[in-house]
């Protein structure tokens, strides 16, 4: 696939690694955010994990200015999006907001770019309704971290073309990530597992079964997982975990979705994990 004129809304934790690997790849990335100066953060962090990579001796000095130079922060999204043959939106998980992102894309983007959603567990089937061409609309759920884990889930809504379906793969692959192909459900695949195993550490937890470090290093040394559970949702912020779990829970009615107690009186606490210094570990700047 030849060089893309790719835009990330977002410039948060999941939008700038987007952006990342996708300059990786030798495509334009316009990085956009409500304020220039949170688009340019976005770029910020992407020099720092660039930086750590030439550090490592993964990638070179020149790969990494090269990156850089092809991503672009901006703060207008019809700018962003009217060059855009591919859209990925990377904003929070509400649905309002992803749907009227999307009209906007709709609006502004070419008649022929793809608009993808990063969304962990929305239907895509719902953020397809009101648009004038759905079959453009698809789910690209990437994991956290963006630069590092491989999986990429490839959500097909109802209305999804498959020619959207097919470029979009491509896509995926051509940046180095390995895609599996979901239909849309609550929760795709894997927030519907991996959600239902935070929430289940969760409740270890608060029944005193063990400490958090244990939990998560059953989870690590016997099913060999790369990072335990509580430590994951630390990672991946327990304000949008409990988004996702509601979310899950009011649409399947399953019990096992509902939110624990410790969650939400975390949220409620402002120890949202890593990004607010405390969820079920203590972080510090150097962790």
Same mark, same amino acid.
């Given at each position: 696939?030849?060089?893309?004129?790719?835009?990330? /809304?977002?410039?948060?934790?999941?939008?700038?690694?987007?952006?990342?690997?996708?300059?990786?790849?030798?495509?334009?990335?316009?990085?956009?955010?409500?304020?220039?100066?949170?688009?340019?953060?976005?770029?910020?962090?992407?020099?720092?994990?660039? @930086?750590?990579?030439?550090?490592?001796?993964? /990638?070179?000095?020149?790969?990494?200015?090269?990156?850089?130079?092809?991503?672009?922060?901006?703060?207008?999204?019809?700018?962003?999006?009217?060059?855009?043959?591919?859209?990925?939106?990377?904003?929070?998980?509400?649905?309002?907001? #992803?749907?009227?992102?999307?009209?906007?894309?709709?609006?502004?983007?070419?008649?022929?770019?793809?608009?993808?959603?990063?969304?962990?567990?929305?239907?895509?089937?719902?953020?397809?309704?009101?648009?004038?061409?759905?079959?453009?609309?698809?789910?690209?759920?990437?994991?956290?971290?963006?630069?590092?884990?491989?999986?990429?889930?490839?959500?097909?809504?109802?209305?999804?073309?498959?020619?959207?379906?097919?470029? *979009?793969?491509?896509?995926?692959?051509?940046?180095? #990530?390995?895609?599996?192909?979901?239909?849309?459900?609550?929760?795709?695949?894997?927030?519907?597992?991996?959600?239902?195993?935070?929430?289940?550490?969760?409740?270890?937890?608060?029944?005193?079964?063990?400490?958090?470090?244990?939990?998560?290093?059953?989870?690590?040394?016997?099913?060999?997982?790369?990072?335990?559970?509580?430590?994951?949702?630390?990672?991946?912020?327990?304000?949008?975990?409990?988004?996702? *779990?509601?979310?899950?829970?009011?649409?399947?009615?399953?019990?096992?979705?509902?939110?624990?107690?410790?969650?939400?009186?975390?949220?409620?606490?402002?120890?949202?994990?890593? #990004?607010?210094?405390?969820?079920?570990?203590?972080?510090? @700047?150097?962790?």
């Amino acid at each position: 696939m030849s060089a893309q004129n790719v835009a990330v /809304i977002g410039a948060g934790t999941m939008g700038h690694g987007i952006a990342q690997v996708a300059a990786m790849a030798g495509h334009t990335v316009a990085l956009v955010d409500a304020t220039i100066e949170l688009a340019a953060r976005g770029v910020d962090q992407i020099r720092e994990n660039l @930086d750590g990579a030439v550090a490592r001796a993964r /990638i070179t000095a020149d790969q990494r200015e090269a990156a850089l130079a092809r991503v672009h922060p901006l703060a207008d999204l019809a700018q962003a999006a009217a060059p855009a043959t591919l859209v990925v939106e990377a904003v929070p998980e509400k649905m309002g907001l #992803k749907r009227s992102i999307l009209r906007a894309l709709e609006a502004a983007a070419s008649p022929t770019a793809i608009l993808a959603s990063n969304t962990s567990s929305l239907s895509i089937s719902d953020l397809q309704k009101g648009l004038e061409h759905p079959d453009r609309v698809l789910g690209l759920h990437f994991f956290n971290p963006v630069h590092i884990n491989r999986l990429v889930e490839v959500v097909r809504g109802r209305k999804t073309s498959d020619a959207t379906l097919a470029a *979009a793969l491509e896509f995926v692959r051509e940046i180095g #990530k390995e895609p599996i192909v979901v239909n849309d459900s609550p929760g795709f695949a894997t927030s519907r597992l991996g959600v239902l195993l935070g929430l289940e550490a969760m409740r270890m937890l608060e029944e005193g079964v063990a400490s958090a470090e244990d939990i998560d290093k059953a989870m690590e040394l016997g099913y060999r997982h790369p990072m335990g559970p509580l430590r994951l949702t630390d990672l991946v912020g327990l304000d949008v975990r409990l988004d996702i *779990a509601e979310y899950l829970y009011e649409k399947t009615g399953g019990r096992r979705f509902r939110p624990p107690r410790i969650l939400r009186s975390k949220v409620a606490e402002g120890k949202l994990g890593k #990004k607010s210094g405390e969820g079920f570990y203590r972080w510090t @700047d150097g962790e």
